[in-house]
């Protein structure tokens, strides 16, 4: 079967970096996404990867490892708002997107 | 401003009745999308369509219907046959199969 894991919940501090981990084993690659989701609200978009190596985009980086079926999300100079849960998401061989649980990510001050 | 809109945010009904849930969206995208979000669970995806007056069945299409008769407009109908409907509904659309889904607001039905 078809299977993303990531933790359930973390906590960090204000100011501080915190990676979020996401395995995935499914039925063919076509990239992995992560979004942001504030609760009670739309998913949003914060990267896409397809190839090995770190896509670098402001405070947030996202790491892909194909060969050991791996992600992590990085959030650099945490801010209260990032307080949110991060969604993991793989688009298998049909193209269709394989979601994770998401992490609730809790911001400390 | 381009984007994506569901209505109602909140919505309350009595089991045994249908309801339809509104999906409308102005960003020219082909591929539209319908998934449900229970806690502690991924989004699960009920019907997809790729193209007008086409559509296909995701994980859990059981109990529930969609049409797509415009390019703008993907609504969901949770029938009375869905035996446990109250979820926070997704409606996502597309550009095509590799790219970004965007999201609307969400419809949370609960079912009395």
């Known amino acids: 079967g078809q299977n993303i894991d990531q933790p359930t919940e973390m906590t960090a501090t204000e100011g501080a970096i915190v990676q979020i981990n996401c395995t995935y084993q499914?039925?063919?690659?076509?990239?992995l996404f992560w979004y942001q989701q504030h609760a009670g609200e739309a998913p949003t978009f914060l990267s896409y990867?397809?190839l090995d190596g770190l896509e670098e985009k402001g405070r947030f980086s996202s790491f892909l490892s194909r060969s050991k079926g791996y992600s992590y999300l990085l959030l650099k100079e945490l801010q209260m708002k990032d307080s949110a849960s991060y969604l993991c998401?793989?688009?298998?061989?049909?193209?269709?997107?394989?979601w994770g649980a998401g992490t609730k990510l809790i911001i400390k001050p | 401003d381009g984007g994506i809109t569901q209505s109602p945010k909140y919505l309350f009904r009595k089991e045994g009745q249908n309801v339809t849930l509104s999906c409308e969206q102005n960003?020219?995208?082909?591929?539209m999308y319908w998934y449900r979000q229970d806690p502690g669970q991924g989004l699960r995806l009920i019907y997809y369509?790729?193209?007008?007056?086409?559509?296909q069945k995701g994980d859990i299409a059981e109990g529930y219907s969609v049409s797509r008769e415009k390019k703008e407009s993907f609504p969901l109908t949770v029938t009375s046959a869905q035996k446990n409907p109250t979820a926070f509904y997704l409606c996502?659309?597309?550009?095509?199969?590799?790219?970004?889904?965007?999201f609307g607001p969400g419809t949370r039905l609960t079912v009395l």
């Open positions: 369509s790729q193209i007008v007056n086409d559509f």
């Open positions: 960003l020219n995208h082909d591929a």
């Open positions: 499914t039925s063919g690659f076509n990239g």
């Open positions: 990867n397809v």
């Open positions: 998401a793989v688009m298998d061989s049909n193209y269709q997107l394989i």
């Open positions: 996502a659309s597309s550009t095509g199969d590799y790219n970004e889904q965007f």
